[in-house]
């Protein structure tokens, strides 16, 4: 198996997978597609490796869970599920005898204590963000954890990666709590001018000046 010794399959992609989530690919290239084909032999995992301009140190193990189409010509439709965090720590592009990549990984931890004042904090936040998108969301205190949102908040994908690196849950809940306090009051002051655009050509009822 691949990741006994810390060596994975990986998979380059312009995207930030976090721990917990479920990712739909669309498999079209030949190296990609071996990968995907090796997989479903081995029941090994693989890893997406995150990409910005270059390939990043820090990626995510993922789980293949179905093929969910196959094409004729051997392109797939697949769910996979996000895992660990990793730290590339050797880079073969591509495998001996593979088409695609992989490399020696080093599995990091993930510290989940987090105050909960902070937590509640972070919580009061991002309802409210939410609510601005009008995605209002019944948000069950502890089920939620910083990355459970961390694609529907405005992130770049440099911060998205960021995040992904950071290996405490109070370092994490810290970092989206300063990105909300600061897009909050954007995203409130543009309600509030869609409010007054949608008033224009409406009669209204002006009080009269005393002067």
Known sequence: MYNMDGY????????????????????????????????LETGDPFGIAVYIDSLMPFGT???LLDVSKLYEDGRMDIKTKALGVFEILSFDNPMPGKLYAGGKVSFKENDLKVPELIYREFLF??????????????LVPFAVNSFSFAHKI????AEEYELLTMEKESDRIAYLLRHLMKVIPVM????????????NGHFKNLDPLDF
Do not use: C, S, W
Not at 9 to 21: G, N, Q, T
Not at 154 to 157: D, N, P
């Open 61 to 63: 193990e993922v789980q």
């Open 188 to 199: 409130r002051e543009m309600e509030a001018a869609k409010k007054k655009i949608q008033m």
């Open 125 to 138: 936040y991002l309802k409210e963000l939410l609510r601005l998108l009008n995605h209002p969301v019944d």
């Open 8 to 39: 994975l399959p990986l998979f380059p992609l312009k995207l930030v997978a976090f721990p917990d989530e479920p990712i739909n690919l669309h498999i079209f290239e030949p190296r990609y597609k071996q990968l995907i084909n090796d997989i």
């Open 154 to 157: 405005g992130l770049t994908l």
